[in-house]
């Protein structure tokens, strides 16, 4: 049977799955490459575990990028993988694996992956929004995907909210994602001494710790604040949340929902627009990249 090859290059981590018709491997997640020697042993050790489980070749990779994919499989822009800004992906794959590869924005990824998990809204207007190191969307209308005029729709992480705001790997300043990611959590925590720390643990202590329950409502704030936006721009029947990050979510999100409704222009005029969180977490780009081939049972 064909084996897909899923790979998603996250901010802090690389999650790779293996689809063989309908079934799914995930793959322990290992830590992002930051150079080309270790980008290439990362490679051939989850080609190697996907060839030993399938007892022959892949068929084919499908890779999640998180930033700017040109349409010859060659990133363009990456803010968290600065040093692979103008790899070609595919290539490199192909080399490294020995099966053709496919690429994608990892939010795209994880969006098509959780619709084919909890199924399409009606209307079809809908936004899935990825929470990890970053933040970044795949959204929806009627016809799918709606990618943009050269492809790069979805980067909401990168919507400036504050002027002169915080620092972004993007080379900008007060991103969303400067407020509402685990990387901005990360370094909120880091630099106020709890290294040690986990975000999961920020969340589940945030009614015993004062200062994670501010850290928290902080990120919620920020949360509703930029749903509240996305809502305004593209009248959303849905906003689904998935990545690392949205494990911790469902506990917060009346939290979320009260500060949406604060700050989206005519609320009480509009229908409500559903916030939930997906179900495939972490591992949505990775099981997403996989379904660049159509060789698989969704
Ligand atoms: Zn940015």
Not at 48 to 66: C, E, F, Q, R, Y
Not at 78 to 99: M, R, T, W, Y
Not at 175 to 190: H, V
Not at 229 to 244: C, F, H, K, P, Y
Request: proline content about 3%; charged content about 20%; aromatic content about 8%.
């Amino acid at each position: 049977m064909d084996g897909i090859l899923g790979i998603d290059f996250g901010g802090t981590s690389l999650k790779s799955c293996l689809a063989t018709g309908s079934q799914l491997k995930l793959y322990d997640a290992i830590p992002t490459p930051k150079d080309m020697a270790a980008l290439r042993k990362s490679l051939m050790e989850v080609s190697k575990l996907a060839n030993d489980d399938l007892h022959t070749s892949v068929a084919g990779v499908g890779i999640g990028l998180p930033g700017l994919v040109g349409q010859d499989g060659e990133a363009l822009f990456l803010p968290h993988l600065k040093d692979f800004s103008s790899l070609n992906f595919v290539q490199l794959v192909e080399d490294i694996v020995g099966a053709p590869a496919r690429l994608d924005n990892d939010a795209n990824c994880a969006g098509v992956a959780e619709l084919r998990e909890i199924g399409a809204c009606a209307s079809g207007y809908e936004v899935v929004i990825g929470i990890g190191t970053g933040l970044g969307a795949a959204i929806f209308g009627p016809g799918g995907i709606a990618r943009g005029f050269s492809g790069f729709s979805g980067e909401v992480g990168h919507i400036c909210i504050e002027r002169n705001g915080r620092s972004c790997e993007c080379g900008r300043r007060g991103c969303w994602e400067q407020y509402c990611s685990g990387g901005s959590i990360r370094s909120e925590l880091d630099s106020a001494g709890w290294v040690d720390i986990n975000i999961e643990e920020v969340f589940r202590e945030m009614d015993v710790n004062p200062d994670f329950k501010s850290l928290v409502e902080e990120f919620c704030f920020h949360l509703g604040l930029g749903i509240a936006n996305l809502v305004a721009i593209l009248d959303l029947e849905r906003v689904v949340l998935t990545g690392g990050l949205a494990r911790s979510l469902e506990a917060v999100l009346p939290k979320v929902r009260r500060y949406y409704l604060e700050l989206v222009e005519g609320a009480g005029a509009r229908r409500e627009t559903e916030i939930r969180v997906g179900s495939l977490f972490e591992f949505a780009g990775a099981i997403g990249a996989t379904y660049l081939w159509n060789l698989v049972d969704g």
